[in-house]
Nanobody, 121 residues
Framework: QVQLVESGGGLVQAGGSLRLACTVS????????MGWYRQVPGKQRESVAS???????DYVDSVKDRFTISRDNIKRALYLQMNSLKPEDTGAYYC???????????????WGQGTQVTVSS
């Protein structure tokens, strides 16, 4: 069974930095695209950043030049370096991965449980 576990969230002052990590466990599958979403109460879950297996990254406009997504395919890990944090970055951050089971021809999306990021003004 594929499991994703996030870490690195916390409370930080505006202008500070945090680094989120997401580790993937399980056997018998490969990982395609991965990414981070964030959820603010009362709002829809928003895609923050994504990265392909080959390392091509994409960001929502509000975090460009502040956040950096990266991955380690050997360690099966995903990271999000968040700099110059703003109060509007506050939310629950969720890691996701599109996985392909050995012998299968389709992707399956898997989500982590989320980690809270709170940015105080």
């Amino acid at each position: 069974q594929v499991q994703l576990v996030e870490s690195g969230g916390g409370l930080v002052q505006a202008g500070g930095s945090l680094r989120l990590a997401c580790t993937v466990s399980g056997r018998g599958f490969s990982i395609n695209a991965m990414g981070w979403y964030r959820q603010v109460p009362g709002k829809q879950r928003e895609s923050v950043a994504s990265i392909t297996r080959s390392g091509v990254a994409d960001y929502v406009d509000s975090v460009k030049d502040r956040f950096t997504i990266s991955r380690d395919n050997i360690k099966r890990a995903l990271y999000l370096q968040m700099n110059s944090l703003k109060p509007e970055d506050t939310g629950a951050y969720y890691c996701y991965a599109f996985t392909v089971r050995e012998g299968a021809s389709y992707e399956r999306g898997v989500w982590g449980q989320g980690t809270q990021v709170t940015v105080s003004s």
